[in-house]
């Protein structure tokens, strides 16, 4: 059998950390600005932990198995 491709779309949006936690852009960083605060804006640029019910359709799309 060949093996499982990645999606290219999956690895440009999220990474693995050291310990194998999946992180991700913030939701809400890409328009309508103008009416958030600065603090807010400055929080998005961080990456935030993805949610663990999201966890398992991502690990599958970067093909990080179970």
Do not use: C, N, W, Y
Request: proline fraction near 5%; hydrophobic fraction near 25%; glycine fraction near 10%.
């Amino acid at each position: 059998m060949p093996k499982m491709k990645s999606h290219s779309g999956a690895k440009k949006r999220f990474r693995k950390t050291a310990k194998g936690k999946l992180r991700g852009r913030h939701a809400m960083s890409s328009h309508i600005l103008e009416k958030k605060s600065q603090k807010r804006k400055r929080g998005f640029r961080k990456p935030v932990a993805i949610s663990e019910t999201d966890e398992p359709r991502v690990r599958k799309l970067l093909g990080g198995g179970k």
